[in-house]
């Protein structure tokens, strides 16, 4: 089993639908969760961290469920400067891991006018 | 303003001739980081510096080596690339390592192998 695991998609959806992407991880000592952008052929940028009680940033918001081992993000009022590769990321457990990342393999959202 | 900088942003060499990727950043963190990316695939970490700690991840091959020769520069060395090692290669940096802090990261090199 991945460490992380998403549905690659790709998703197709009009501006301004709504769109939710899901995540699992194995690791149930996983302590960090993040969502990451990535466009076509570029670096992977931060979108938002994911906390416990969940996060909002304005059209994107966050869940974790660490009973069920799942990350969610849902992003309403889809723009065309959406398209990008959604990673999910974990940051395992504790001691001297130094911030090591484990990303999901990402799911592909293009949003069409 | 340039936070971590990749050279070249493309790379091409021939079979079997090592090649060097370099990493530069302004941020002042202690730790950077190197990982490949295949097409379609997930960014994988090859290792990190902690200052000038080094720390191999347990499967990266022993045909990439990394230099951190001082703070603000990080070297990825491969000393014999294969047709299979032709990927995107990305830096990042993050301040300390702990859990909950962002990794920046550089806008990376992509390396094509003939």
């Known amino acids: 089993r991945k460490e992380v695991e998403q549905d690659p998609g790709p998703f197709n959806v009009p501006e301004g639908a709504t769109v939710a992407f899901n995540c699992t991880y194995s690791?149930?000592?996983?302590?960090?969760f993040f969502w990451y952008r990535q466009d076509c052929r570029k670096e992977p940028k931060l979108l938002m961290s994911?906390?416990?009680s969940g996060n909002e940033d304005g059209r994107f918001t966050a869940q974790l469920n660490r009973a069920s081992q799942y990350i969610s993000l849902l992003i309403r009022d889809s723009k065309l400067s959406d398209s990008a590769t959604y990673l999910c990321?974990?940051?395992?457990?504790?001691?001297?891991?130094?911030?090591?990342?484990?990303f999901g393999q990402g799911t592909i959202l293009t949003v069409h006018p | 303003d340039a936070m971590v900088i990749q050279n070249p942003r493309y790379q091409v060499t021939q079979f079997g001739k090592p090649v060097t990727l370099s990493c530069s950043q302004t941020?002042?963190?202690?730790?950077m980081y190197w990982y490949q990316q295949k097409s379609s695939q997930a960014p994988k970490l090859l290792f990190h510096?902690?200052?000038?700690?080094?720390?191999n991840e347990a499967d990266t091959p022993d045909n990439f080596q990394s230099r951190r020769p001082n703070t603000s520069f990080c070297f990825l060395d491969i000393r014999s690339p294969g047709l299979g090692d032709a990927a995107m290669y990305l830096c990042?940096?993050?301040?300390?390592?702990?859990?909950?802090?962002?990794?920046?990261f550089g806008p990376g090199t992509r390396l094509l192998v003939l």
């Open positions: 990042a940096t993050s301040r300390d390592g702990t859990r909950q802090e962002t990794q920046y």
């Open positions: 690791n149930s000592a996983s302590q960090s």
């Open positions: 994911v906390y416990s």
């Open positions: 990321v974990v940051n395992p457990a504790g001691g001297t891991s130094y911030g090591k990342l484990t």
């Open positions: 941020l002042n963190h202690n730790v």
């Open positions: 510096y902690y200052d000038k700690d080094f720390n």
